[in-house]
């Protein structure tokens, strides 16, 4: 019996033939054609310039010691130094034989489990969320997914907006403009209403922005109305925001706001100061660069018409208020003091990245002993376009808030459901179209690469062909109801496997690489590699049912593919699972 995955039992080997070199020199990923193997080893390359011998010397070396005959054919070495691996189809069989009650399908726990700490959502109060905060919500959520699912202690917070200068034209519009019916029925979007209007007004009337700056005091020294107003504002506003959370499925274990780290707001800016990181600069306070990075890795230079300038982070302003970075700062503080973590993962969208890498800069000045102790990654994505290719805005410019945008989503899934299940009842019809409609919106934007702008479309989204969510939800069902038909809510390992077609022998391999995929998944916080094996995944299947039929095939054959079935339908809900997204049992 097999306890160990198959990526595993490689890797020890490997590690074993090369007992001095560090363990990442054993790491593995999928080959990309199957034509050169099952996996593939690339990191012999870096211990081979370590070592200064031959890359295809030391693979052939490391090959040729290696004893895995039980497993592979002999590994071949390939390209510059590469050496892959292709399974025997018995050790894949062997493999496939799994109890189903152990720990997860196909996954190897984390040898070291790491804490990591995940910053994501983070919307502002007294805001409606909009589209854009699906993007942080998901991808967050998925990482936090997949990172506890192999084995890592995982903290979620939700760093929310609760403090900040428009808390002043706020109070005003509160205190002189509140319709109560309004805030009844749409508390964020009266907010947003009071917030525009002042802000408007004050740019035509100075005596409003110096009303606001006046309130904002006030609130800052705890007068008690205004402490009132605010307080009630973020109540609000949390209500709307967990109404949303609770639709999308995500949770967090901690919501620490901003204004939590007020009370250490001036003694960070102190201590800055007296380390010498930070210098009054024009009456604020400012953390300059050191000279001591390459001047184009230097997030405190900036170059204009070809010269380095000056590019540093205020951290106090002339009229003493700290801001978003020194904020940032203390929170930093608190979660390595509370935490201990060894990761730190920032998920926002891209135009954040120069206030990250100057935060990162920050804190490796102020402890450089902690650097090599947390990882510090800033995670982030590009934005959601129009099908004209421009940001995405409703048909009057204003943004699209994302509450209407997942009643669409679960209407417009109503709608492809009944036209493809009309006998189904109801209420049946409308539980399934709240799994596809929400799924469809969040498979949408994990799935392209983050980094890129995708463009946002219903059609695409919502179409049972293609890298969809319904695509993959509706071979979850498919799988379902096989097992209908077969009379039987599941199957059992056989106790002999037989996996004779070639389409049977693919899609069981696909199925060892899950784990390894959910290891990229979390090394790189790319959740679409996720996407990609689970769309694979559901291709493989396909072929599988054309070529090889479960319920008419008999004896061992029938029972080795109804395993194959369970095993792929495990699969494909774990994943789902792993991406925030539900699969319905028929659709
Ligand atoms: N509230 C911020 C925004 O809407 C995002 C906060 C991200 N997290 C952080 N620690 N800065 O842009």
């Known amino acids: 019996m097999i306890h160990l995955q198959i990526e595993e039992r490689l890797r020890t080997a490997i590690a074993a033939v090369l007992p001095d070199a560090p363990a990442s020199a054993a790491s593995l990923r999928p080959c990309a054609d199957p034509k050169f193997g099952d996996y593939q080893n690339t990191a012999l390359m ?48 062997a493999a496939l034989k799994l109890p189903l009650d152990g720990p997860p399908l196909f996954v190897s726990p984390a040898t070291k489990p790491r804490t990591i700490v995940i910053d994501f959502s983070s919307p502002n109060v007294a805001k409606p969320m909009h589209v854009g905060h699906i993007r942080s919500t998901a991808l967050g959520d998925s990482l936090a997914r997949v990172m506890r699912l192999l084995g890592h202690r995982v903290i979620t917070d939700n760093h929310i907006g609760d403090w900040g200068t428009q808390f002043g034209l706020l109070t005003i519009g509160w205190k002189r403009h509140l319709d109560a019916e309004a805030l009844e029925r749409d508390a964020l979007g009266e907010m947003e209403r009071l917030y525009k209007q002042v802000n408007a007004a004050s740019e035509a009337d100075p005596s409003i922005r110096e009303a606001a700056r006046q309130e904002l005091v006030k609130l800052q020294d705890g007068d008690p109305e205004n402490l009132g107003i605010w307080k009630r504002m973020i109540a609000l506003s949390q209500g709307q925001f967990d109404t949303v959370y609770g639709r999308l499925g995500v949770r967090f274990d901690h919501t620490l706001g901003e204004s939590f780290y007020n009370p250490q707001l001036k003694s960070v800016v102190q201590e800055l100061k007296d380390k010498g990181i930070a210098q009054d600069s024009q009456g604020a306070v400012c953390v300059f660069s050191d000279g001591t990075m390459l001047q184009k890795e230097d997030p405190f230079l900036v170059q204009k018409e070809g010269e380095w300038v000056a590019n540093p982070v205020l951290i106090q302003k002339a009229d003493g208020a700290a801001n978003y970075a020194t904020t ?50 800033h995670v982030w994505f590009g934005s959601i376009l129009g099908e004209d290719n421009k940001p995405f805005k409703t048909r009057s410019g204003e943004t699209v808030r994302l509450t209407g945008l997942l009643d669409e989503a679960e209407q417009r899934a109503f709608e492809s459901v009944t036209l493809k299940n009309p006998a189904l009842a109801e209420t049946e019809r409308r539980h399934i179209a709240r799994m596809v409609g929400i799924g469809s919106v969040k498979y949408a934007d994990l799935s392209p690469n983050r980094q890129s702008d995708y463009v946002f479309s219903w059609d695409k989204m919502l179409s049972l062909q293609g890298n969809t969510a319904p695509y993959l939800q509706y071979a979850h069902a498919r799988v379902r109801s096989i097992f209908r038909k077969a009379g039987q809510q599941s199957s059992a390992a056989p106790v002999d496997l037989h996996l004779g077609h070639p389409d049977e022998l693919s899609l069981a391999k696909h199925l060892l690489k899950f784990g390894i995929t959910l290891e990229a998944v979390c090394a790189e916080y790319r959740p679409n590699y996720l996407c990609l094996y689970l769309y694979e995944l559901a291709g493989h299947m396909a072929r599988f049912w054309e070529s090889c039929p479960v319920l008419k095939a008999e004896g061992i054959e029938k029972v080795s593919r109804l395993w194959l079935c369970e095993l792929s339908g495990r699969v494909l809900k774990q994943g789902l699972d792993l991406l925030g997204i539900e699969a319905p049992e028929q659709m």
């Open 46 to 93: 870096s211990a081979a310039k370590e070592r200064k011998i031959n890359p295809r010397q030391l693979a052939a070396d490391v090959a040729a010691r290696l004893d895995l005959a039980e497993w592979c054919e002999a590994p071949e070495v390939a390209g510059a130094g590469f050496l892959n691996f292709r399974l025997k189809p018995e050790a894949v069989a």
């Open 328 to 377: 940032d700062l203390a929170t930093l503080a608190y979660r390595w003091d509370t935490w201990h973590p060894d990761e730190i993962v920032y998920v926002t969208d891209g135009r954040q990245q120069l206030h990250f890498r100057q935060i990162f800069a920050t804190w490796r000045r102020w402890y450089p002993e902690r650097v090599d102790a947390v990882k510090l990654a």
